[in-house]
């Protein structure tokens, strides 16, 4: 048997080698929101008058039934449209019309698969003629 007086000067020492060896006993991560990675159109991009595919992607899954994207004109007027799923994981595409030059707005909200919901606005131009 070990006298009392040698036990607690053990007791530190196997205590921070447990400490060091030990998985972690800390929560799992979280996921985080589900940030943008990129777009189609680029923030600040410029595009031609007429159709648009847009795609969107990030960083993590998303529910597109639960996701909405929209067109906002020059004019502030506002325009739904129907969110897919993209080719990629955790990717949206939605088709629109910009029928008036000027500056516009891909608004977007999504939730992602952990059940937190992300919105933001990527903005470009609509200028006449060929592609830039």
């Known amino acids: 048997m070990i006298p ?8 530190l020492p196997a205590a921070l080698l447990f400490a ?4 972690p006993f800390s929560p799992p991560a979280a996921f985080a929101h589900a940030i943008i990675v990129s777009s ?3 923030a600040n991009a410029q595009v031609v008058k007429g159709p648009i595919d847009i795609v969107l992607q990030y960083n993590s899954l998303i529910d597109i ?4 994207v929209s067109l906002v004109d ?15 994981a955790g990717s949206l595409a939605a088709h629109g019309s910009t029928d008036a ?12 698969v952990d059940g937190h919901i992300t919105r933001g ?4 131009e609509v200028i006449a003629g060929t592609s830039p």
Not at 121 to 124: A, Y
Request: hydrophobic residues 45%; charged residues 20%.
């Open 20 to 23: 060091l060896t030990a998985p």
């Open 121 to 124: 606005d990527i903005p470009f």
């Open 4 to 11: 009392q007086r040698f036990r607690r000067g053990l007791l």
């Open 65 to 68: 039934g639960h996701s909405r």
């Open 74 to 88: 020059p004019a502030g007027k506002v325009t739904a449209l129907v969110a897919s799923e993209g080719a990629a």
């Open 101 to 112: 030059l000027g500056r516009w707005i891909i608004r977007w909200q999504v939730l992602s």
């Open 40 to 42: 189609r159109p680029a």
